[in-house]
């Protein structure tokens, strides 16, 4: 009986697993993200980053459940309640691929109100523009080879930058914010 508590639960988490496994392969492949030379190593990490919160999440809203009369709708309201959740935790924690999102993305206002945003392109390059949102704000596009932005504040802002390849997002950064007349923000 006892092994039966935990072959369902193990069960559900594998099929799981699996669906997440072959989500990240099609959404890379589709948005031509596929690492040439490692694809299943691009797949895997990538898989691993969203597993962790899901996993949390699936086990603390009981996505798993060990009882073998959970009917069907309760088990599909279950996971989708933690599918719903686990997206917004990786959308505040920011996570982002190794690969596609652009790096070093920061903000400096150098006693002026106009932010100096700069980055780095992502590793392996590959966009061919750039999208910067400002929050609530305007969007500019910026061209492939460009790294840096000035752009004109007028009170609290916040910015997220994201890489652009034939028209489809490759990648975002995490947002960073500034306000005219102060020196450091947490993050």
Known sequence: ?????????????????????????????DHDLVNEAYPMLGVLITSIMF???WVLTGWLLGAFPSRETLSAR????????????????????ELQTLTGSPQNFTLRLNQSSTASLSWTEPPGGGQDGYLLVALG?????????????????????????????????????GVVCGLPGFSNLGS
């Open 1 to 29: 009986m006892a092994r039966n508590k935990y072959l369902i639960p193990l069960i559900l988490l594998v099929g799981d697993l699996l669906a997440l496994v072959l989500f990240v392969y099609v959404g890379q492949r």
């Open 51 to 53: 597993a962790g919160p």
């Open 74 to 93: 309760s088990l599909l309201a279950r996971t989708l309640n933690a599918w719903l959740v686990t997206a917004l935790l990786c959308a505040i924690v």
């Open 137 to 173: 704000g305007s969007t500019q596009s910026l061209g492939g080879a460009v790294t840096n932005a000035g752009v004109p504040m007028s009170g609290p802002t916040c910015y997220l930058l994201g890489a652009i390849r034939s028209g489809a997002l490759m990648d975002n950064t």
